[in-house]
């Protein structure tokens, strides 16, 4: 009689389980499942405005990798760029980040004495998105943003050298965007832009005016 009860009592707590499961099943998954289509990025599946929070995206990327070699005289450098986006309108994306990048270059003196050479780029940047035909092609966005960069100009460290100065870039960037969804807002994005100011000075961040590079936010 006591195992019965047992067996009973587990049944009634998995059935209620599947109830709770039914009941609190992602609103999100309802609406694609019953209207044959994704979300919308701004409303609720009831029609309701998303509140301000939730409209917010987090993410970000590495901006610039390269692996040094320092008998190539190859700087080892890395770039992290951190991203707030915010979901003004179905098809409009405002965002803002910031961008930090970090190269060091193994050097040698004379007596073959072997020390680092270090700098830092640092900045920060506001750009635009707008979905241009999302029933033929969703998920293409036409791309504009400004990035501040200011710039140390050489390498610390350089024996009986001073540390180098720093001077500020201003780049506007345009070109295309285009984000593969996962969920209601988050998603991997893969833009190329074409920088409008690329002079011999951006080349300490840029080695061309075009930019390529892989987001998720």
Avoid: W
């Avoid at 193994?106 to 640092?122: C, E, H, I, M, P």
């Avoid at 050298?161 to 345009?174: A, H, K």
């Amino acid at each position: 009689m006591r195992h019965i009860r047992r067996i009973l009592f587990a049944i009634a707590l998995l059935s209620s389980g599947f109830a709770f499961g039914q009941i609190t099943e992602d609103p999100e998954d309802r609406d694609r499942d019953n209207q044959g289509r994704e979300p919308l990025r701004t409303q609720t599946p009831e029609g309701r405005p998303l509140p301000f929070s939730q409209r917010l995206r987090f993410g970000g990327g590495v901006s610039a990798l390269q692996l040094g070699n320092a008998q190539n005289g190859i700087p080892f450098i890395i770039g992290l760029s951190p991203i707030v986006a915010y979901q003004a309108a179905e098809r409009l994306v405002l965002g803002v980040g910031v961008d930090y990048q970090y190269a060091r270059l193994k050097a040698f003196d004379t007596a073959g004495q072997r020390f680092n050479l270090t700098a830092n780029q640092y900045g920060g940047r506001g750009f635009v998105m707008y979905e241009l035909i999302p029933a033929i092609l969703p998920g293409l966005y036409a791309h504009g943003e400004i990035a501040s960069t200011s710039i140390q100009d050489g390498y610390n460290n350089i024996p009986n050298r001073p540390n180098p100065g720093r001077f500020t870039v201003t780049s506007p960037l345009v070109g295309a965007t285009y984000s593969q969804r996962i969920g209601r807002l988050a998603g991997i994005n893969v833009s190329a832009l074409y920088n409008l100011n690329y002079t011999s000075k951006t080349q300490y961040l840029y080695n061309s005016p075009f930019v390529f590079r892989i987001m998720f936010f």
